[in-house]
């Protein structure tokens, strides 16, 4: 089964990971935008943090948040997302990944480093350590702490939409597969997250 550089326990189980943007400035201070969909959002008293857990080294994100340590996680909701995939095809050193895929990159409030004005939520990160999942592995765990947090207010109401609305948080689901049937293609799904019912009261 070809898995993409995946392993095949991904299109297995296909667990749902939310879609992100991770942008930040590349040396030569053009905006660098890399669509992620690996990462967990830890909070304790200490603060809030975003664990990616699989950052390849080889692309312009890893290189500019090393060089200028920070970076912000931008949350497109389904309108914007098709925009949001285009920056990996506006890939270029040379290019503003942000505005060559029909997206306005403002600063960002504590860091230096762009944001996408059109998503919903911009969690604004300075980067605290990173390693191997396993020696000489191809991608690496990375860890940001979040230092600011700028959010479409609508988003936050319970009572406006139910929080985040029918169109986002947006999640990249793998194509469920049997490995052992598989043949061709596969084809991951954009899915939104529906709430079920509540839990039980704090
Ligand atoms: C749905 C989706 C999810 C992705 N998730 C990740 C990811 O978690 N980590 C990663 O390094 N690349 C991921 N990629 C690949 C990067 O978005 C892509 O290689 C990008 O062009 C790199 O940009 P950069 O060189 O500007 O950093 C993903 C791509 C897609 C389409």
């Known amino acids: 089964m070809e898995t993409y550089g995946f392993s095949w326990m991904d299109f297995v189980t296909a667990i749902p990971a939310p879609l992100f943007v991770a942008t930040s400035y ?3 201070g053009k905006p660098n935008a890399c669509l ?3 990462a967990c959002f830890s909070g304790n008293p200490s603060g809030f943090y975003a664990i990616l857990s699989s950052v390849d080294p080889a692309w312009h994100f890893y290189q500019s948040v090393k060089e200028t340590g920070v970076a912000v996680l931008n949350f497109p909701s389904a309108d914007v997302y098709d925009r949001c995939h285009q920056t990996i095809a506006n890939n270029g050193f040379e290019t503003d990944e942000i505005a060559a895929s029909g997206l306005i990159a403002e600063k960002a409030s504590a860091v230096n480093a762009p944001r996408i004005q059109e998503c919903f939520l911009n969690l604004e990160c300075r980067y605290l350590w ?3 999942i396993v020696e000489g592995s191809a991608h690496i765990v990375l860890c940001l702490e ?6 479409d207010e609508g988003r936050l109401d319970e009572a406006a939409q139910g929080r985040y609305g029918p169109d986002g948080y947006l999640y990249n689901v ?3 597969v049997d490995p052992e049937k598989f043949a061709g293609k596969s084809r991951d799904w ?3 997250l529906q709430k079920y019912r509540g839990m039980r009261e704090y």
């Open 190 to 192: 954009l899915a939104v």
């Open 174 to 176: 793998h194509y469920p």
């Open 26 to 28: 590349k040396s030569n």
């Open 130 to 132: 990173e390693r191997e």
């Open 146 to 151: 979040v230092v600011n947090i700028c959010a």
């Open 36 to 38: 992620q969909s690996r």
